[in-house]
């Protein structure tokens, strides 16, 4: 728990969002400003600022976002379409909140390379 982080302030129950999967090491919200039909941001309960932060011992909770993403998609209904799992990492690519976590988009085509 770091105490100005915002997704640490979800986790906590003390900001609200549109919660759509927990799991022991993970929990899922919908973005609240969606780039896609299905716009959902996978986060691991354990406070890990940047891609950069990631330790050898994080390796099982790391993986436990795509998992989550993989049943996300599953429920949204556009596994088989297609949908993208990214990660930003620091302000170059466009990270805002320095809490690792997974944009799960689908729904619509998306364009490669991204922006
Ligand atoms: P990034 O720019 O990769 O760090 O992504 C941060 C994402 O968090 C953006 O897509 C924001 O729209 C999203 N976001 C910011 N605040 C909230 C919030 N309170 N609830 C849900 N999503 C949020």
Same mark, same amino acid.
């Given at each position: 728990?770091?105490?100005?982080?915002?997704?640490? %302030?979800?986790? +906590?129950?003390?900001?609200? /969002?549109?919660?759509?999967?927990?799991?022991?090491?993970?929990?899922?919200?919908?973005?609240?400003?969606?780039?896609?039909?299905?716009?959902?941001?996978?986060?691991?309960? %354990? &406070?890990? +600022?940047?891609?950069?932060?990631?330790?050898?011992?994080?390796?099982?909770?790391?993986?436990?976002?795509?998992?989550? +993403?993989?049943?996300?998609? /599953?429920?949204?209904?556009?596994?088989?379409?297609?949908?993208? +799992?990214?990660?930003?990492?620091?302000?170059?690519?466009?990270?805002?909140?320095?809490?690792?976590?997974? &944009?799960?988009?689908?729904?619509?085509?998306?364009?490669?390379?991204?922006?």
């Amino acid at each position: 728990m770091s105490s100005d982080c915002l997704f640490c %302030k979800i986790l +906590a129950g003390e900001i609200p /969002a549109d919660l759509v999967y927990e799991s022991d090491t993970a929990v899922a919200f919908r973005d609240i400003n969606p780039q896609a039909p299905t716009h959902v941001l996978v986060i691991p309960r %354990k &406070h890990i +600022a940047t891609i950069n932060d990631i330790e050898p011992d994080d390796q099982q909770i790391v993986g436990s976002l795509y998992t989550a +993403a993989r049943e996300i998609a /599953a429920a949204a209904g556009i596994a088989e379409d297609g949908y993208r +799992a990214v990660m930003n990492c620091n302000e170059g690519a466009g990270q805002s909140v320095f809490h690792i976590h997974l &944009h799960v988009l689908g729904g619509r085509a998306l364009g490669w390379p991204p922006g």
